[in-house]
């Protein structure tokens, strides 16, 4: 999808944290992804990230619930950029709540409110505040 125009595609906006890892070699970093279709992506990252990110740079991003996609960098304008990714994907899947929300491993402010711990039903086990 890279060499065709994707402007036109719909898109959501959205705030998630995505791997973002440059075909220099150099190690991953973390990016904020502001919108994102089924053929691309609108990107934010930091400043040192921006200035290795040019037109036509291929990366690879990581994406919640999906994985990794391969893409090219379509634009860049001071530290936000766009991808085409090189195959499409089902951006639905991003958006969705990861699938291990009820894992005890999972930080209780990224789990759904209606969850409690299974700590709640013992009140021995609270913590006191």
């Known amino acids: ?19 973002l890892q440059i075909g220099d070699g150099s ?4 990016v904020k992804v502001r919108n994102l279709s089924n053929g691309g ?21 990581g994406l ?8 090219t960098v379509a634009w860049v304008q001071d530290n936000r950029f766009g991808i085409a990714f090189s195959r499409e994907i089902d ?9 291990n929300t009820n894992d005890s491993d999972t930080p209780r402010y990224v789990r759904p ?5 299974s700590a709640m ?3 021995s086990k609270l913590r006191k505040i």
């Not at 036109?8 to 959205?14: F, G, K, N, P, T």
């Not at 919640?64 to 893409?71: A, K, L, S």
């Not at 409110?113 to 711990?117: H, K, S």
């Open 1 to 19: 999808m890279s060499g065709v125009d994707t402007r036109h595609i719909a898109r959501d906006s959205l705030f998630l944290m995505a791997d």
């Open 27 to 30: 190690p991953a970093s973390k």
């Open 41 to 61: 992506m609108m990107a934010e990252c930091d400043p040192a990230t921006a200035s290795r990110v040019q037109g036509g740079t291929h990366l690879s991003v």
């Open 64 to 71: 919640r619930n999906i994985g990794w996609v391969e893409g």
């Open 91 to 99: 951006a639905a899947e991003a958006r969705a709540r990861p699938a």
């Open 113 to 117: 409110a209606g969850l409690m711990p």
């Open 121 to 123: 039903g013992d009140p």
